[in-house]
């Protein structure tokens, strides 16, 4: 089974966002050593913690640094986005980083209501027409499309593998009904991943790139030398989880001892229920309870998020989940 990486490029709350930039390169990079096989930036608008609002950009920063991981998004929020700037940015991407660019596309705004209708004032439209102005994107990627009116150049006749990203079983019908590989992002929404994998992989139409199925689930895993080492590392993100519930958007908080009189009863079973597909702790805990998930929910891929404070402290993490998969791949 393969494995990958997701990125947000995490604004740390001691640093500038030109240092999140070289954090998320040195993630990659470290990546790349361990053999992962892709490393994706997710677009967020709108959040003090997060900097990979211009995905593509960001995309190309990191492909241009590296040599050989494959590099895309995780996702492009299509909506957001005019059909012919994605095919025409990301067909530059894969001219200039040929067979390393994937494009994974969602739905959602990946920000507010508010943000979304300055971002495009028909957004809500644009939502409807998702399967709509995926198949535009097909056209515009086709060789066969040499004859129209509007042509995507650069992107015209380029390989990009295009994803379909989601977090319901609404996304299932469309991954399956193209016959596109289906990311489930189980990380911050995990209740519907078993219901959407099954339709995916019963309902899938066979086509001339994609015979079969190809599922990834995306979850967060922090490995450290003890349990109480890496469930103090969490806290990280359980701040930023609950920032969002309490909608008091900051950059990522350092780790503290504890939960404990931080967030009440009810917001603490509102993050938890988000979180439910996290593995968190030592390199023996995670193991087992990351192959129990991977036999309840079959995948063809895994991606891992590391939402944590300290870059050294990640690459840890992103070390002892190699050997994980390196073992469970045995």
């Given at each position: 089974m393969k494995f990958s990486f997701l990125d947000l490029a995490y604004v740390n709350e001691d640093a500038t966002i030109a240092q999140t930039f070289e954090k998320t390169l040195e993630t990659a990079k470290h990546a790349e050593e361990l053999g992962f096989e892709r490393f994706w930036l997710a677009e967020h608008h709108n959040m003090d913690g997060v900097a990979s609002s211009a995905t593509s950009i960001l995309i190309g920063f990191v492909a241009g640094n590296t040599k050989s991981i494959r590099v895309g998004s995780g996702g492009l929020m299509l909506p957001n986005h005019s059909p012919l700037v994605v095919a025409e940015q990301f067909g530059t991407l894969a001219s200039l980083y040929p067979n390393r660019i994937d494009l994974g596309l969602g739905r959602a705004p990946g920000t507010d209501q508010l943000t979304a209708s300055y971002i495009r004032p028909d957004f809500m439209e644009n939502a409807r027409n998702f399967p709509k102005n995926v198949s535009l994107l097909q056209q515009f990627f086709s060789e066969d499309n040499r004859d129209s009116r509007v042509r995507a150049i650069p992107g015209e006749g380029v390989d990009v593998p295009i994803w379909i990203l989601g977090s319901s079983t609404e996304s299932s019908v469309v991954a399956a009904s193209y016959g596109l590989p289906y990311a489930f992002a189980s990380h911050f929404a995990p209740a519907q991943i078993k219901a959407a994998f099954?339709?995916?992989?019963?309902?899938?139409?066979?086509?001339?790139?994609?015979?079969?199925?190809?599922?990834?689930?995306?979850?967060?895993?922090?490995?450290?030398?003890?349990?109480?080492?890496?469930?103090?590392l969490s806290t990280s993100f359980y701040l930023m989880f609950l920032g969002?519930?309490?909608?008091?958007?900051?950059?990522?908080?350092?780790?503290?001892?504890?939960m404990d009189g931080i967030w009440n009863v009810n917001e603490e079973a509102m993050v938890r229920q988000m979180l439910t597909c996290s593995f968190i702790g030592t390199k023996e805990i995670v193991k087992r309870e990351l192959t129990n998930f991977l036999h309840k929910i079959p995948c063809s891929e895994i991606m891992m998020s590391c939402p944590v404070y300290d870059l050294e402290t990640r690459k840890k993490s992103m070390t002892y989940f190699k050997e994980i998969m390196t073992e469970i791949n045995e």
């Open positions: 099954d339709f995916y992989k019963n309902n899938f139409q066979p086509n001339d790139i994609y015979a079969e199925p190809y599922n990834l689930a995306c979850v967060n895993v922090i490995v450290a030398d003890s349990l109480e080492e890496a469930q103090k969002i519930i309490r909608n008091e958007r900051k950059k990522m908080q350092p780790p503290i001892d504890s």
